[in-house]
C-alpha cells in the first residue's frame, strides 16, 4: 500500500512539474512610461549604476576630484543649474571647487543630504539611430541649506556621459495671519 501511495505521489508530482513547463510564457519586461519622440519605454535600471553614482557622491562630498574624474567620460557634457557648462573632467571639479570656494566666502556650508537615488533605463529601439541605448540614468535628490537639488547622471560602462543639475532655493514660510 506504501508503494501505490509513493507512485500515486510521484506521478502527480511529475504531472504537475509537466504542466507547469509547458504553459511558461515568456515574461515581459515591466515598463512604466514612454519618450514622445521615440518607441522606447522606461523600466528600471540596475543596482549596480546606483552603486557608481554612490561612489560618485562620495568622491563629490569628499572633494576627492582624482576619483571624482575617473567616473567622468573624457568628453562629457555636464550642465549645472546656474548655467554653467563643462565639457571634460577638469572642467566639471573646477566648477565643483569654484563653488565651494563661493560658500567659503559668502559663510555657508557646502553640503548636503542625499535624499534618494535610482537608476533608470529606456528599453531597446529597434531603429539603431536613437542614442543613448548604452547606458542608465540616475535621478537623486539632495537637500542642503539653501535648496533642494534634483540631478541626472547618464552612466555608460561606469561613467557619466551627460549630467543635469535643477535647483530649487528653500520656499520662505508666511507667517500665519491670526
Same mark, same amino acid.
Given at each position: 500500500?506504501?508503494? =501505490?501511495?509513493?507512485?500515486? =505521489? ?10 507547469? #513547463? ?5 515574461? &515581459? ?6 519618450? !514622445? #519622440? ?10 549596480? +549604476?546606483?552603486? *557608481?553614482?554612490?561612489? *560618485?557622491? $562620495?568622491? %563629490? !562630498? ?23 557648462? !563643462? @565639457? ?17 566666502? @559668502? @559663510?555657508?556650508? %557646502?553640503? %548636503? $543630504? ?8 529606456? +528599453?531597446?529601439? &529597434? ?9 542608465? %540614468? ?6 542642503? &541649506?539653501? !535648496? +533642494?537639488? &534634483? ?10 556621459? +551627460?549630467?543635469?543639475?535643477? $535647483? ?9 495671519? $491670526?
Amino acid at each position: 500500500m506504501k508503494k =501505490i501511495k509513493i507512485l500515486l =505521489i510521484a506521478i502527480f508530482m511529475f504531472a504537475g512539474c509537466d504542466q507547469n #513547463s509547458t504553459n511558461v510564457q515568456k515574461m &515581459e519586461i515591466p515598463t512604466n512610461g514612454f519618450f !514622445a #519622440s521615440s518607441d522606447h519605454q522606461v523600466m528600471m535600471g540596475s543596482s549596480a +549604476t546606483v552603486e *557608481i553614482f554612490k561612489k *560618485i557622491d $562620495k568622491a %563629490w !562630498a569628499d572633494r576627492d576630484y582624482e576619483t571624482l574624474k575617473s567616473y567622468i567620460h573624457e568628453k562629457p557634457w555636464m550642465h549645472f543649474a546656474n548655467g554653467d557648462i !563643462a @565639457n571634460s573632467p577638469q572642467e566639471f571639479v573646477d566648477l565643483i571647487e569654484k563653488e565651494y570656494q563661493d560658500f567659503q566666502t @559668502n @559663510n555657508v556650508n %557646502w553640503g %548636503w $543630504k542625499t535624499n534618494y537615488a535610482y537608476s533608470v533605463k529606456q +528599453t531597446k529601439s &529597434e531603429n539603431p539611430e536613437y542614442k543613448n541605448q548604452e547606458g542608465e %540614468w540616475v535621478n537623486a535628490r539632495f537637500t542642503s &541649506e539653501d !535648496a +533642494t537639488y &534634483e540631478e541626472w547622471y547618464y552612466i555608460v560602462d561606469g561613467k557619466i556621459q +551627460t549630467w543635469q543639475q535643477a $535647483k530649487r532655493l528653500k520656499a520662505k514660510r508666511m507667517p500665519l495671519k $491670526k
